[in-house]
């Protein structure tokens, strides 16, 4: 219980701001320490599937929020689909936990995600808008939330992007064609 009353201060003090923000400005302000320079320092697929995950996110944050049927609503969900095809593509280069050759567990999100994409988007063509709506619905929170939340796990770049720290990321592919190794490379961060 201690730990939380040095936040009290300065959720008192941000009585000028909507209430629903105080607790967000005051643990924010006290743990978090945004820095682009790991992700900056990432290989161009990691920047990709960075920015294209990011972005998915946005736009499937609107698309749960909007107007469903609309033209603005298909126009969305074809951006939606195109992030989302380009970050499960750009996810099969970033090799940093190798179980099956350079594929980790994450990596069978990816298979799910470019399996079910194109199901998602033949449902809602044919008008079966439910099965669509539950396809969509479910790669949100699985693809991008879920697996989104294993990003921050210390000792992952999005970890040292919100955090502040700084950590080793290392590529545990490709194999060392002259030994039976993999290659350890090290991404400076």
Not at 27 to 35: D, N
Not at 50 to 67: M, P, S
Not at 85 to 89: E, F, G, I, L, N
């Given at each position: 219980m201690q730990s939380f009353l040095h936040l009290l201060p300065r959720v008192v003090r941000c009585r000028s701001r909507p209430f629903?923000?105080?607790?967000?400005?005051?643990?924010?302000?006290?743990?978090?320490?945004?820095?682009l320079q790991p992700l900056a320092s990432a290989s161009l697929e990691i920047q990709l599937h960075?920015?294209?995950?990011?972005?998915?996110?946005?736009?499937?944050?609107?698309?749960?929020?909007?107007?469903k049927g609309t033209p603005s609503h298909r126009m969305r969900g074809r951006i939606w689909v195109a992030l989302m095809?380009?970050?499960?593509?750009s996810s099969l280069f970033?090799?940093?936990?190798?179980?099956?050759?350079?594929?980790?567990?994450?990596?069978?999100?990816?298979?799910?995600t470019l399996i079910m994409l194109?199901?998602?988007?033949?449902?809602?063509?044919?008008?079966?808008?439910?099965?669509?709506?539950?396809?969509?619905?479910?790669?949100?929170?699985?693809?991008l939330l879920i697996a989104g939340a294993f990003t921050f796990i210390p000792g992952r770049i999005m970890h040292d992007v919100v955090f502040g720290t700084t950590s080793t990321h290392e590529r545990c592919w490709p194999v060392d064609p002259d030994q039976t190794t993999l290659l350890q490379t090290r991404i400076p961060v």
């Open positions: 629903v923000f105080c607790p967000i400005i005051a643990f924010s302000s006290r743990y978090l320490t945004v820095t960075t920015i294209t995950a990011i972005a998915a996110f946005l736009v499937g944050v609107i698309q749960l929020i909007a107007r095809a380009v970050t499960a593509v970033v090799n940093t936990n190798c179980v099956w050759g350079p594929f980790g567990p994450i990596h069978l999100l990816t298979l799910l194109p199901i998602g988007v033949i449902s809602a063509r044919r008008g079966n808008i439910g099965r669509h709506a539950r396809i969509m619905t479910f790669l949100f929170i699985a693809a």
